[in-house]
């Protein structure tokens, strides 16, 4: 359309007639483009209109000129018939006085009831008074008689006036004035009858134009003719697909509500999803009397689609639609708006939960809820029953169907987890063990030498396997050597001497057969105890048998030692007993090197012992715990032990290589990456491992064992250099040697490999704790 501030004089005719449209329509808007173009001139804004006004005058004369020809023989009827003339100007000039003073009236009181007085918004009022009373001139002859059709005609152009008016002003100033409207149409119709009667004579029966001109008013400013001629596009059936020629879509000055308006509206919004919200924002915005039927279609329209939906997730987006008031179903909208974003919190629980059986009772509990959701909302008024009961239903069925899957879930065979890093395995029935074959040789040939065995010394680094080695040695050695566990991290063994000699004496003995231990006190002296070893020793040769008396962390002897608790004799009386004492093999299990104990001469005390070195899991080791943890389990002792395989695909193509390269064989972190996948596994319900649960699992992995990375990675540092080389691998995969009073500590700690002429760390997840924790 052409701007309104290039309307001609008598060219665009048509964008003429388009702008009185929009004025009639939607006055509001038209205001906005009038200031717009004219901001500073009073005066121009008036030409505008008066422009357009131009392009208006021909069909007002052809209404004028209709209207005489119609009704030129009843005019002249009537003036034969007429005693006495009556004073048709006078009557005409208070009709148009009346209706320029009621648009002015309305003007003013648009402008004070917003607050912003708009004396330029009355221009346009009186140029839109010229049609209107026009119709009155088309009937009424300067020397005629005025009859009841003419009066009629006179009030009701008055009437029309001043409703068309005051509703384009109220429109244009954001405001309504149908009451005002009203009142000012009943006042002047009231005013008009009494001016008749005054004149008295045959201008008596003006009284009629009094009402005609109030009820007209009121019919115009409310457009109250639409009701009848668009009726039947929401009665009896709505016709959506005819919405665009109601007159709520193109007129926002409808002052009554229409009949199933709400109906039409929702039609309309099925048939057009997209573009039904704005249109229920606009009716709510801008149009009052059609707010009630809005709400109510947008309530019954957000009920059909969460009656569609696909997920909980989706009730509390869709549900936030819903207005709220203090009357009728509106103020029941927050409290079900809470009921069922409780229903959806309570499905976030379903989902979220990984254990199967508290999966299957939270989802127990939803179908529960749903139930109790349909039977509360049954008490509210409508819409929200028969809506929303109908979306209840729909839930109940995707609740059900969470249920079905969380049940399903629950009895699918679950992977057992029987792997565990941390503690020493002690029950091989329970737990996933590998029996370190090569250890167990070694241990054998020096324990079953004929000149008997000087000692033993099990080194190995943190968390490679000796305290399970040591607990578990008792089952795969001959029946005639009896094993004696004691641990260095017991309190027991270190408060004084004197507990150490008593704890020792009482694990020896009770690991022999109770025909062979000794009675009387407990040793609580070197001497006491060097008593008992040797009577023990000499039982132990007369029944050939052999007792191996393992001491778990010994290093901390050493630390003991160096306290002052312990006395260097304590080291003279276990070489003394190394070399005398045949029958009982010492063994001393540690992760420090003879070189790294610093506080007693232990070399001189080893010198004759041998070394048995507990390494990292071969490939070997790591597929038979894999794939056979309960391989070595004593089910001759229990019956109910379970017989558990892991198929080499179930940990996914290559997932075994893959765990004994990302641990790098150390047995503890072995463990520590089965231990996470199972629960992973466990957790998502698949059955093979795939890439993305690998990686999730390693990721759990070093957060599970963030302590045994610290300590194997820094703890164990004897220097700050050595730790910053570590922490070089943070950016790094491969770094220069480091010095050698650095690389040699790092190596016998088994942390690097060589790499060429570089140096990398040999354990992976080593390297990816260093990044994200380390």
């Not at 040789?441 to 033993?456: E, F, H, K, S, V």
């Not at 299990?589 to 790294?596: I, P, T």
């Not at 699992?697 to 700050?720: H, M, P, Q």
């Not at 690097?752 to 997840?765: H, I, K, N």
Request: with cysteine; hydrophobic share 45%.
């Amino acid at each position: 359309m052409t701007p309104l501030a290039e309307i001609g004089w008598f060219r665009h005719h048509i964008s003429a007639l388009w702008w009185l449209g929009l004025l009639y329509r939607r006055p509001n808007q038209f205001i906005a483009e009038l200031e717009k173009d004219r901001t500073g001139s009073l005066w121009g804004r008036f030409v505008s209109v008066f422009r357009l006004y131009l392009h208006l005058l021909p069909y007002a004369v052809l209404t004028i000129t209709t209207g005489r020809l119609l009704f030129k023989d009843t005019g002249q009827q009537c003036l034969s018939n007429s005693a006495s003339a009556s004073p048709s100007w006078l009557i005409l000039v208070l009709v148009l006085a009346m209706s320029i003073a009621g648009g002015y009236l309305a003007g003013f009181a648009g402008g004070f009831r917003t607050g912003k007085p708009r004396i330029s918004s009355s221009e346009f009022a009186i140029t839109f008074l010229f049609w209107p009373a026009s119709l009155a001139i088309a009937f009424i002859e300067v020397h005629g008689i005025s009859s009841s059709a003419r009066d009629l005609t006179i009030g009701c152009a008055g009437g029309c006036t001043l409703g068309l008016v005051a509703g384009i002003l109220g429109g244009a100033c954001g405001k309504r004035f149908n009451i005002e409207c009203i009142v000012v149409g009943v006042t002047t119709g009231a005013t008009i009858a009494a001016v008749a009667t005054w004149l008295g004579g045959e201008s008596a029966h003006l009284a009629v134009v009094g009402l005609a001109y109030s009820i007209s008013s009121v019919v115009v400013v409310t457009r109250a003719y639409y009701q009848v001629l668009f009726l039947f596009l929401s009665w009896p059936w709505p016709m959506a697909r005819l919405y665009r020629l109601h007159p709520v879509a193109w007129d926002d000055l409808c002052g009554l509500p229409f009949p199933n308006l709400s109906g039409l509206l929702v039609a309309y919004g099925e048939r057009e999803p997209q573009a039904v919200d704005r249109e229920l924002a606009r009716l709510e915005r801008d149009c009052p009397p059609q707010r009630r039927s809005a709400l109510r279609a947008r309530t019954i329209l957000i009920a059909r689609r969460s009656a569609e939906m696909k997920g909980f997730g989706e009730i509390d987006p869709l549900l936030a639609g819903l207005c709220e008031g203090e009357r009728g179903y509106l103020r029941q909208t927050k409290i079900l708006r809470e009921r069922a974003s409780a229903l959806a919190a309570q499905a976030s629980r379903v989902e979220t939960t990984t254990v199967p059986v508290l999966k299957a009772a939270e989802a127990t509990q939803l179908c529960l809820k749903v139930r109790e959701f349909r039977d509360q909302i049954a008490g509210f008024e409508e819409p929200l029953v028969s809506e929303f009961q109908e979306a209840a239903r729909h839930w109940l069925k995707l609740a059900e169907q969470l249920q079905a899957q969380a049940q399903g879930l629950g009895e699918r065979v679950t992977w057992p987890q029987v792997f565990q890093a941390g503690n020493r395995i002690e029950d091989r029935n329970r737990e996933a063990f590998v029996r370190r074959d090569a250890v167990l040789d070694d241990l054998r040939q020096q324990l079953l030498l004929a000149t008997g065995c000087p000692g033993i010394l099990l080194y190995g680094r943190r968390r490679v396997g000796k305290s399970t080695v040591l607990t578990n040695l008792a089952g795969f050695l001959p029946d005639s050597v009896s094993v004696a566990f004691v641990s260095m991290q017991n309190p027991n063994l270190f408060q004084s001497l004197a507990s150490f000699c008593q704890a020792l004496g009482r694990a020896a003995s009770q690991a022999l057969p109770p025909s062979l231990r000794t009675t009387g006190a407990e040793p609580s002296t070197l001497v006491s105890l060097w008593d008992m070893l040797h009577r023990l020793n000499e039982t132990l040769g007369k029944e050939e048998r052999q007792l191996l008396l393992a001491i778990d962390e010994y290093e901390n002897l050493d630390q003991k030692i160096g306290e002052g608790m312990f006395s260097t004799d304590l080291l003279s009386g276990l070489r003394e007993s190394l070399q005398s004492h045949r029958q009982i093999i010492w063994l001393f299990a540690g992760s420090h090197a003879v070189e790294e104990l610093v506080h007693a001469p232990w070399a001189s005390c080893f010198v004759s012992s041998r070394t048995v070195e507990v390494g990292m899991f071969t490939s070997d080791e790591t597929y038979v715990l894999l794939t056979d943890p309960m391989r070595h389990a004593p089910r001759a002792l229990s019956a109910a032990a379970p017989n558990i395989h892991f198929p080499p695909e179930s940990w996914g193509p290559r997932g075994i290589e893959r765990i004994h390269r990302e641990a790098g064989g150390w047995p503890h972190l072995v463990q520590l990456i089965a231990e996470t996948l199972t629960d992973v596994v466990n957790r998502t319900g698949q059955d093979v491992v795939n890439e993305k649960l690998f990686e999730e699992a390693l990721g759990k992995a070093i957060v599970r064992g963030d302590a045994v990375f610290v300590e194997l990675l820094r703890k164990e540092c004897r220097s700050s250099a050595e730790w910053e080389y570590i922490a070089g691998f943070r950016t790094k995969d491969a770094q220069p040697a480091p010095p050698e009073d650095v690389l040699g500590p790092l190596r016998r700690r088994w942390l690097l490999e060589p790499d060429g002429e570089m140096w990398r760390l040999r354990v992976p997840l080593m390297q990816r704790w260093l990044r994200v924790r380390g």
